[in-house]
C-alpha cells in the first residue's frame, strides 16, 4: 500500500528523446509536486498542482510539461531531453493535519 | 542570499555522539520548519515538524526554531549508525517547500 508511487525507478535515455515519469498518490491528497534534485542533493519545486489545477510553475524551462488526469495522479513529460536534465525527480503529495509532503522513491533520469 | 543555507557537510561521527545539524533563512515571514531525512536512494521522509519557534521532541531527535536569529537546528542524541543519512531542513513558503542543501550525515560503529 504504497503512498506515492512513481514508474519508472530508473530511466536511461538518449539526448533529444522525449519520456514521461508518471506518479500516483493513494492519500487522497489534493496537492501533488514535482521536485528536481540534482547530483549534489540540491532539492528544488517544479511544479504543483492543486486539484488537477496548476497553481506553481518555477523557472523550468517549457520543455516540461506536467499534466494531472486527475487529481490522484501527476505525469511529468520531458520534451528534447539535454544532458542537463539528468538527476532524480520526486513527486510528492500534501495533506493531513500538519499539511505534510509525503515523497515518492524518486526516479533516476539519465540522459547520455 | 539564498532563502535557506545549510552546509552540506559532510558530517562523521562515532556511534554515540551527540549530533548538531543546522540552517539558516532569510524571509523571518516563515513559521512551518520542517527536517527531512533522505536515505541513499530513496525519498525523503519527514522527520520533524515545528511551528514558530521553540523545541520539540521526538525520541533521540530534537528540533529547535530561532526565529530571532533565523536558525533551525535539528539535534540528534545517542546517533546510531542507521542515522546515516542526508538530512535536509525545509522551510514551507505558501504551498511549496524550500530546502537546505543537506547535511550528510555518517555515524560509525
Known amino acids: 500500500d504504497t503512498a506515492v508511487s512513481q514508474t519508472p525507478k530508473y530511466l536511461v535515455t538518449q539526448m533529444g528523446n522525449d519520456k514521461s515519469i508518471k506518479c500516483e498518490q493513494n492519500l487522497g491528497h489534493d496537492t501533488m509536486y514535482w521536485y528536481k534534485q540534482d547530483s549534489k542533493k540540491f532539492l528544488k519545486i517544479m511544479f504543483s498542482y492543486n486539484n488537477k489545477e496548476l497553481i506553481i510553475n518555477e523557472t523550468v524551462p517549457n520543455r516540461f510539461s506536467p499534466k494531472s488526469p486527475d487529481k490522484a495522479h501527476l505525469n511529468l513529460h520531458i520534451n528534447s531531453l539535454e544532458l542537463g536534465d539528468s538527476a532524480v525527480y520526486f513527486c510528492?503529495?500534501?495533506?493531513?493535519?500538519?499539511?505534510?509532503?509525503?515523497f515518492g522513491p524518486g526516479t533516476r533520469l539519465t540522459v547520455l | 542570499q539564498k532563502e535557506v543555507e545549510q552546509d552540506p557537510g559532510p558530517l562523521s561521527v562515532p556511534e554515540g555522539a551527540i549530533v548538531s545539524l543546522n540552517c539558516t533563512y532569510s524571509n523571518s515571514a516563515f513559521q512551518y520548519f520542517m527536517w527531512y531525512r533522505q536515505y541513499s536512494r530513496k525519498g525523503p521522509e519527514l522527520l520533524m515538524y515545528t511551528y514558530s519557534s521553540g523545541n520539540k521532541e521526538d525520541g533521540r531527535f530534537t528540533a529547535q526554531v530561532d526565529k530571532s536569529s533565523k536558525y533551525i537546528s535539528l539535534f540528534i542524541r545517542d546517533s546510531q549508525p542507521s542515522d546515516s543519512a542526508t538530512y535536509l531542513c525545509a522551510i514551507q513558503a505558501g504551498t511549496a517547500l524550500i530546502f537546505g542543501k543537506g547535511t550528510t550525515l555518517s555515524v560509525s560503529s
Open positions: 510528492a503529495s500534501n495533506g493531513g493535519e500538519t499539511d505534510t509532503q509525503y
